[in-house]
């Protein structure tokens, strides 16, 4: 991990920092209200979904292109699965063997790409209790929105445009989601977390219990 990645995600932290503590008041508030005591596990689930957003938003986006910086050469890449051909042109760059594929660069920031979108398909199966094309197409849709901001310098925000718009980046992005998706259905069905639906019983109990004390 370089040390640009590194400082995206220190920022990536402070941001979920300061963002949970803004949303955490209100939800205590509207918790006690609610149920006259603590109840952790939204508490938890509304860090988690934070958290990654927060880190996800960081390593997407930063650093910015600091003053001075060198435009990139090519803003585009719209020929699918060129991260493969990237790879064999590392190896022969660096004179490395085919048993060196998974070490290159190219191949862990493929990798990388996937294991980002994991945990939003787990949230998508057992949070919002999608099916597997609609977490696909929300792991798409994401993807999308992340590469025409970049494409379009966050929106003109950014001095110029300093990431490329990559047709790979949202198949990777896609193919984690979808695996995600796998993973929160086998979390599900190995009883290891409860689901959404598994859990409306028994709030429906608290607020019953709490209205007729």
């Given amino acids: 991990m370089t040390n640009a990645q590194v400082t995206a995600l220190e920022y990536g932290l ?3 920092l300061a963002v949970w503590a803004i949303v955490l008041v209100p939800q205590l508030i509207t918790q006690f209200a609610r149920h006259g005591r603590l109840v952790l596990r939204p508490l938890l689930t ?3 979904v934070l958290l990654y957003s927060c880190m996800t938003l960081a390593v997407v986006f930063l650093p910015l292109p600091a003053p001075g910086a060198r435009r990139l050469s090519q803003t585009v890449q719209l020929h699918p699965f060129q991260w493969i051909t990237d790879i064999h042109g590392e190896l022969v760059k660096h004179g490395l063997s085919m048993t060196d594929w998974f070490t290159t660069q ?3 920031q493929a990798a990388m790409n ?4 994991v945990p939003l398909g787990v949230f998508a199966r057992i ?3 999608r099916g597997l094309i609609g977490t696909t197409l929300i792991g798409f849709a994401a993807s999308l929105l992340i590469e025409i901001t970049q494409l379009t310098a966050n929106f003109g925000t ?3 445009v300093y990431r490329i718009f990559d047709v790979d980046d949202l198949m990777t992005n896609t193919l984690g989601a979808s695996l995600g998706w796998i993973a929160g259905a086998l979390l599900l069905a190995l009883r290891i977390v ?3 639906l598994q859990l409306e019983p028994a709030r429906s109990e608290r607020v019953h219990l709490a209205q007729t004390r």
């Fill in 14 to 16: 402070l941001a979920f």
């Fill in 194 to 196: 409860p689901s959404a």
């Fill in 106 to 108: 190219t191949f862990q």
């Fill in 114 to 117: 996937v294991l980002l979108f």
């Fill in 127 to 129: 949070l919002w209790r």
């Fill in 158 to 160: 950014a001095p110029f």
């Fill in 46 to 48: 509304t860090a988690a």
